[in-house]
Each structure stands twice: as C-alpha cells, then as structure tokens.
C-alpha cells in the first residue's frame, strides 16, 4: 500500500517548483542565486469583473449587439472608451472602469477591472534550475527539511531562535520581548490571540508552533508574518523528530514557507535550514510502500502527532475496535506501547 511521506529530513536535495496561478513575467535567470523572500515572478491580478450588456442597454438583438461591438479580446480600455456605439439611435456603450476585456459575445462584454499586483517569492532560498516560460521557476537548494500541517500562505526568512525546551511547552505573550525582533521563532503550543498579535507588534519574521487552536486560524490568517504549525489544531505537543532537527538547527538562517497543504497539489508547510555540502544529497521521496522498520507518525488520535515505528503488517483486513476492517500495522511508540493502527491513518515519516 502506498504511503503519504512527512519530510523531516536532517539532509536532503530539495526542488520546488513556484508558478503564478496566472500568465506573468518570470524576474529572474537560469543559475541566479535567489532568497526565501525574492520575487521571482510577478502578474496583474484582477479583483473584480464588470458585465455590459450591450444588447439590453441599446434595445437591439444579439446579433445587432454583437455588430456595434467595438473592442476585442485581450484589449485594454481606459474609462470612459467607447466600447460600442449605435449610430441610428445615437446611444453609446462606455467603459466605466480602466480594465481588460477578456470575453466577447451573446451580445454583451466582459471586463477584468481593479487590477492589483501578486508577486511570487522564491519560498527558499537556492538556485534557479529551470525557468518556466511567463509561470515561474524550479528552485534547488540543500539543507534540512521540516514539514508541517497548517500554514497561513505567508513566506519569510531569518536566524532561528528557540522558546520551547520540551516538545509540550507552551508559547505566552510574557516570552516574547523586544529582543525577538526580526527573528524567526520556533515555539510549542498556541492557545492565545494576544500571542499573534504580540508577534505581529515586535514585529517576528517567523512563528514555528507544534499547534494552535482552530478558533485562533482567523487571525494567524491576518498576520504579515509566516505561521507553520508541525503537528495539527487544538492542544498538541510538537512531534519528537520535528523537536529535536529544529532543535538543533537553531541560532542558524531558516526559510519558513507557509503554504497551505494541499495533498493533490503535493504542497506543505515547511521550514527549510540551508546548510553547506560538499556534494548534493538524495532528493527526498514522496511516495514510500508501508513496510515494517519505517519510522510512521500517527495522522488521527487518540495517538495523533506521535511518532513511532511500524513493528508489523497484518495480512489482509483486519477487525478493529470499531467494528470496521480495514488494511493495518503493529506500531511500537517511543514509549514502548505497541498498538494495532489502520494504515490510513499513518504516515511515512522520512
């Protein structure tokens, strides 16, 4: 059975592919040294879209409409152009908004109007190894991989500095002080929104939690600083492999890149810690086969978060305490305990 794989790696080669959702222009060059924080591509993005009715507002049919049409696809208007004009009755259509036309037809036009700018950071820092034609770029770079759950889409980099000195420990507003600033964080549990908003005001550059409250996700979404929570939502300590690799990267150059995790996408959380190699290390797997001796973290309580080792596959189904039957594994935890878990439930840490 195939295994989704939670990268916590102490060493490893890492690609990212970084696109723009939209046609835009690439910044940057093939072999160009880039930042977690650098723009590398960058498109106008339209907030809003306006509808002209062309038919209805001059009375005339689809087919007339479709005739006294004076713009095409792709052609950009300032406000107050004319956009179609009926010479017989002496009506005109103007554009009541500087935009884009992006569709034509049935009588009526459609414009993109309120453009903004998105820009595209890199998200870690490397070396473009690819350009992708007006979408983005391939950036390769090496150094430690730490994996999350949630992350609030922001993306920054700095030293990373640590408050947490067990895995279960939990981050208040007294810890945070002026001499944080500009730092990246890493912490345990988040139970408070004074605490973002405390981060926000130093201002942090980063915040590395084991997990936060669902009802604190509104206003992580709102800080201008990256979040990435390790572990899940509500009161979690921080799993022990994440604990001690961020542990021992600490007072060192971190990139957090906050995206959402998206399992269709392939995209998570991470923190990644750059560090010097003389050759490039193995590029991380993203597939694994369950096979017993694999270090595997439990993705639903009451074990959610643990890691442990996978001791055991059971053939076939396997009768659980719940009455369902299902594909499972003997899992020993680093507490010794060996409990029977569905494999669904597990992931390949690796």
């Not at 007294?174 to 600033?181: G, P, Q, Y």
């Not at 890493?186 to 973002?196: H, K, N, P």
Request: with cysteine; net charge neutral.
């Amino acid at each position: 059975m195939l295994a989704p794989v939670l990268h916590i790696l102490p060493l490893a080669t890492i690609l990212r592919e970084r696109l723009l959702p939209i046609p835009g222009k690439v910044k940057v060059h093939l072999n160009q040294k880039v930042a977690a924080t650098d723009v590398i591509a960058e498109t106008a993005w339209a907030r809003e879209h306006v509808l002209l009715d062309v038919a209805r507002t001059l009375g005339v049919s689809v087919e007339a409409a479709n005739r006294l049409i004076r713009c095409k696809v792709g052609e950009r208007l300032s406000q107050g152009s004319i956009v179609a004009e009926d010479g017989i009755i002496r009506r005109t259509i103007h554009v009541p908004r500087e935009g884009r036309v992006v569709a034509v037809g049935g009588g009526k036009i459609l414009l993109e109007v309120g453009n903004t700018n998105l820009e595209l950071r890199a998200g870690i820092p490397g070396i473009i190894t690819q350009i992708i034609p007006d979408r983005g770029a391939v950036i390769q770079t090496a150094g430690a991989l730490i994996q999350g759950v949630w992350g609030n889409g922001r993306v920054d980099a700095s030293m990373m500095y640590s408050l947490i000195d067990k895995p279960d420990d939990m981050l208040t507003v007294d810890r945070l002080d002026a001499s944080l600033r500009g730092l990246v964080i890493l912490a345990g549990q988040c139970r408070d929104a004074e605490v973002l908003q405390a981060a926000a005001e130093l201002p942090l550059r980063g915040l590395i939690l084991s997990s936060l409250l669902p009802l604190l996700i509104p206003t992580a979404l709102q800080m201008r600083y990256p979040i990435t929570v390790t572990d899940g939502l509500g009161h979690m300590p921080m799993n022990i492999a994440a604990f001690k690799l961020l542990s021992t990267n600490c007072k060192r150059e971190a990139a957090v890149n906050a995206e959402p995790y998206d399992r269709y996408k392939g995209t998570r959380p991470e923190v990644i810690v750059p560090l010097p190699v003389s050759q490039d290390p193995p590029l991380p797997r993203d597939e694994e086969t369950f096979v017993p001796g694999q270090q595997v973290r439990m993705r639903r309580a009451p074990h959610a978060g643990e890691i442990g080792t996978l001791v055991n596959l059971r053939p076939g189904l396997t009768s659980l305490p719940s009455g369902l039957r299902a594909t499972a594994g003997e899992v020993r935890l680093d507490t010794g305990e060996q409990i029977l878990v569905p494999l669904i439930n597990l992931e390949v840490v690796g």
